[in-house]
């Protein structure tokens, strides 16, 4: 053949690459085949099975070299196309794992098309259009899915079918009886709470927790203006594998700004400059971390009986990790020596023998008149013999003691006798309180008892009180009401948000309220005088069986004239992953685990299905209200966890044992991380996938949104948008950030701060952002990416005539977001003030 030279790579080429993409095929088709086979096992969709050998029919004719791999592969993608419009509609994400990794496939087999027999030009231009106008139209689907599309409005839910059991109140004897308000002391009289403004003086803004503050200089118009002004650093950061997430909302009243670090160290800075005036470093060591290192908060009061030059006129209290309640002079930083024991008192009096990190307060205290009330994180799924849930009072001057709550000792008010102790076990408050001071009330979201998923031997005093609200007279430390959420709760429903106090709108009238965020996703809202319910509550029939089917409520209460956050129930087709490998594994994962909805009792021979997750819903950040115009803003988790119990014999040949037993090995699974918590002193321990997450990819097995923000009129009583809340752009396979600037709806822990002109800071996301929102329209106008992970609440507050934005990037060690140590100020140039 002269004058033309044959190409020895190109040769070469041809002979191996359709032999590579057919063992790719032949990789992917096997696990493909074999587990679709096993789905229809099991009850599953019956795509996987044909679509596996597809592919490997495929493999066999790229290895023959055969035309015949074009056309197999062309009908297996049909047929898959066709499927994934069939049962997922136009829903972008969903689309991900079903069309993605066949669209890839696609394109290798077409490589292969030049070097396999009897390939014409003609076949070859005929696909590649139809591949063409594919892509074309699949992505103009996933644009507007993943991007465009992702803000919705949605309408209230309409009410269930009343059923024969439903009350309004809960099953009878869950609420209490009222009692009148409390009478004032001459010295509380005195004594004038403050209100957000130029200052923040409480974890909510004030201890009515509404988190809105009336400023209204930074606003639609000027929000994309804003700058960081300055950034404190407070040096607390996990030197070993310590976990640390500090959450910390500060406080600020007249010029200064007081912030608390992971480990309890206490600093004011100058609120305009962010320069430091003293720290004051309780030493706390790093062995009495318990779920993490965080400070939630601190408490601010000022002493109306003494002289303002007076020390700790003023003063700023905090709950340290090591159980410590620490009294410090707002000036000076100095302890203030009339409060306890030199300004400290020990909460661990009367709690009895216990492990560093398992009795380790992370809130701030609640005060309420001239009472601190406090309570602990007790760390969950250790023993039956956990240190108890008291609920304590203290003088905010002098420390005493003024009363105790527990609830094993009705008849007891103070600290338990010589010997004794509060009754172990009983139902904790991990989170914040919220308070009144013109009714004397507190309210406590409950946690639940000491080992979540198992109640055999609870007392009826904790099967009372467990996940509900209870108001306590706080002169006395009596139950004036209480109002349970989850009845028997044995799915970790703790309430984990601070209520809310507002004048909610009725048809006769504002009536002073309580609005309570929850893990479940619904939001319970009471008369806060009297527990009475605002809202018709529903008692609704729940699944039944598990381990405990004689001990489970036949049912629980379920808000119906009122949004809620409850997503529809999973379904097989709800399952997610990077490819159809992980969302066939997912697939075949859900129809082997037990699954009734919402209150899926807890199971031993099978895994079970928790959704939402006990991460809600709402959890700790609570929700935010523009009282003005009467909206409330909540964001919110959708993701659901994949637990088991776990026999007893089987947890104690793994060695998993409580953080009290002196051979505790965290490494063995006990820890508040691991993924089988003991539960010992019960039959059962508890495997947890949080999130349910796939194994090696790490991503999880319920397609997105994970998370959402929404808007709700109290007026009116309806959704006003809601929309995934989270960008993709720090979440990814393997733990590699995509970097996509999509909302896809992440996970989010951490609440947000209305202001008067309209807009909502947050942070929260795991996208490590800080962001405003319209109110009004739930669009993004503005947002400033963080050093570290940002599950904390901001807050607002005016210092030299300035609007300024504060918000701690501490990270998160559960959330997976980076650790930091900063706190961060924001606001208008200067020159536009």
């Known amino acids: 053949m002269s004058g033309i030279a044959k190409n020895p790579s190109h040769s070469r080429t041809r002979s191996w690459w359709p032999i590579a993409v057919a063992i790719l095929l032949v990789l992917f088709g096997i696990p493909i085949a074999v587990g679709g086979v096993y789905l229809i096992v099991l009850g599953g969709s019956w795509y996987y099975f044909p679509a596996g050998m597809g592919l490997l029919i495929t493999a066999y004719f790229l290895m023959r070299r055969s035309e015949a791999a074009l056309w197999v592969y062309l009908a297996t993608f049909v047929i898959t196309v066709a499927w994934a419009f069939w049962e997922a509609g136009l829903n972008g994400w969903a689309q991900v794992p079903r069309l993605v990794a066949p669209t890839v496939v696609l394109l290798l087999v077409l490589s292969t098309v030049p070097t396999l027999n009897q390939s014409s030009k003609k076949l070859r231009t005929i696909v590649t259009s139809i591949t063409l106008a594919f892509f074309a139209v699949g992505g103009a689907v996933l644009a507007i899915n993943t991007g465009i599309g992702s803000l919705s409005a949605q309408e209230a839910p309409s009410a269930p079918p009343q059923q024969d059991d439903a009350q309004s109140g809960g099953e009878p004897g869950q609420q209490s009886p009222a009692v009148p308000p409390v009478e004032t002391t001459a010295m509380q009289s005195t004594y004038e709470p403050l209100e957000t403004g130029a200052d923040w003086p409480a974890y909510g803004g004030t201890h009515k927790a509404v988190r809105y503050s009336p400023l209204s200089e930074i606003d639609l118009d000027n929000v994309g203006k804003l700058e960081k002004i300055w950034e404190f650093r407070t040096g607390d950061l996990p030197q070993g594998e310590e976990a640390f997430g500090n959450q910390n909302t500060p406080i600020k009243v007249g010029n200064r700004l007081f912030i608390c670090s992971a480990l309890n160290k206490v600093t004011a800075l100058d609120a305009a400059t962010g320069t430091q005036f003293w720290t004051?470093?309780?030493?706390?060591?790093?062995?009495?971390?318990?779920?993490?290192?965080?400070?939630?908060?601190?408490a601010y009061y000022k002493n109306p009986a003494a002289e303002s030059t007076a020390l700790c006129a003023a003063r700023i209290v905090v709950q340290t990790l090591d159980a410590r309640l620490i009294s410090l002079d707002t000036e000076t930083g100095q302890t203030c020596p009339d409060f306890g024991n030199e300004g400290v008192v020990n909460l661990l009096d009367g709690i009895g023998d216990t492990a560093p990190g398992f009795y380790s307060p992370t809130s701030p205290p609640t005060l309420v008149r001239n009472i601190l009330v406090v309570g602990s994180q007790v760390s969950d799924g250790q023993t039956r013999e956990a240190p108890s849930g008291v609920i304590r009072g203290y003088n905010a001057v002098t420390g005493e003691l003024a009363w105790a709550w527990d609830m094993g000792k009705p008849d007891q008010s103070g600290a338990p006798p010589e010997g004794e102790i509060y009754t172990p076990g009983t139902p904790n408050v991990w989170t914040i309180a919220s308070g009144d001071d013109e009714l004397g009330l507190v309210y406590l979201p409950m946690g639940n008892s000491a080992v979540d998923y198992w109640g055999g031997d609870r007392s009826p005093e904790e099967n009372t009180y467990s996940t509900a609200i209870v108001a306590l007279n706080v002169e006395t430390g009596k139950v004036a009401w209480h109002y349970q959420t989850v009845h028997y709760d044995v799915w970790d429903y703790d309430l984990g948000g601070q209520g809310s106090l507002v004048d909610f709108p009725t048809p006769n009238g504002p009536v002073p309220a309580i609005i309570m965020p929850s893990k479940q996703a619904q939001f319970y809202i009471l008369n806060r005088a009297t527990g009475e319910p605002l809202v018709n509550i529903e008692e609704r029939a729940a699944p039944t069986g598990g381990v405990e089917p004689e001990r489970l409520s036949p049912t629980q209460p379920f808000v119906t004239d009122f949004p809620n956050l409850l997503k529809p129930e999973l379904k097989e087709a709800d399952m997610w992953g990077a490819t159809p490998i992980d969302q066939l594994w997912c697939r075949i994962q859900f129809r082997k685990a037990a699954y009734d909805g919402v209150y899926t009792p807890p199971t031993v021979d099978k895994p079970w299905i928790q959704f939402p997750g006990y991460n809600g819903g709402s959890d700790w950040g609570g929700i935010a209200i523009d009282p003005v115009n009467n909206i409330m803003i909540a964001n919110y988790n959708n993701m659901p966890n994949y637990n088991q119990l776990?026999?007893?014999?089987?947890?104690?040949?793994?060695g998993v044992l409580p953080i009290t037993d002196p051979n505790y090995n965290p490494d063995a699974g006990s820890g508040s991380h691991g993924s089988i918590n003991p539960q010992a002193l019960t039959p059962y321990g508890i495997r947890v996938n949080a999130g349910?997450?796939?194994?090696?990819?790490?991503?999880?097995?319920?397609?997105?949104?994970?998370?959402?923000?929404?808007?709700?009129?109290?007026?009116?009583?309806?959704?006003?948008?809601?929309?995934?809340?989270?960008?993709?752009?720090?979440?990814?396979?393997?733990?590699?950030?995509?970097?996509?600037?999509?909302?896809?709806?992440?996970?989010?822990?951490?609440?947000?701060?209305?202001?008067?002109?309209?807009?909502?800071?947050?942070?929260?996301?795991?996208?490590?952002?800080?962001?405003?929102?319209?109110?009004?329209?739930?669009?993004?106008?503005?947002?400033?990416?963080?050093?570290?992970?940002?599950?904390?609440?901001?807050?607002?507050?005016?210092?030299?005539?300035?609007?300024?934005?504060?918000?701690?990037?501490?990270?998160?060690?559960?959330?997976?977001?980076?650790?930091?140590?900063?706190?961060?100020?924001?606001?208008?140039?200067?020159?536009?003030?």
Request: glycine content about 12%.
């Open 646 to 654: 776990v026999p007893r014999e089987e947890v104690d040949r793994m």
């Open 280 to 298: 004051y470093d309780p030493e706390v060591s790093t062995d009495a971390i318990g779920y993490n290192a965080t400070c939630r908060g601190l």
């Open 692 to 833: 349910w997450r796939v194994p090696l990819t790490g991503l999880l097995c319920k397609q997105p949104p994970y998370g959402g923000i929404t808007a709700i009129d109290l007026n009116t009583r309806k959704v006003l948008w809601d929309r995934p809340f989270g960008s993709a752009r720090k979440n990814g396979p393997f733990g590699i950030p995509s970097m996509l600037p999509v909302d896809i709806g992440t996970p989010n822990n951490g609440g947000g701060v209305v202001t008067a002109s309209g807009l909502f800071f947050i942070a929260a996301a795991t996208d490590d952002l800080i962001r405003a929102v319209d109110i009004k329209t739930g669009k993004e106008v503005w947002q400033e990416t963080l050093p570290a992970g940002g599950q904390a609440t901001p807050m607002v507050y005016e210092a030299n005539g300035r609007q300024i934005v504060v918000i701690n990037a501490g990270g998160h060690d559960f959330m997976e977001t980076p650790i930091g140590d900063y706190f961060i100020a924001y606001a208008l140039p200067k020159a536009d003030n």
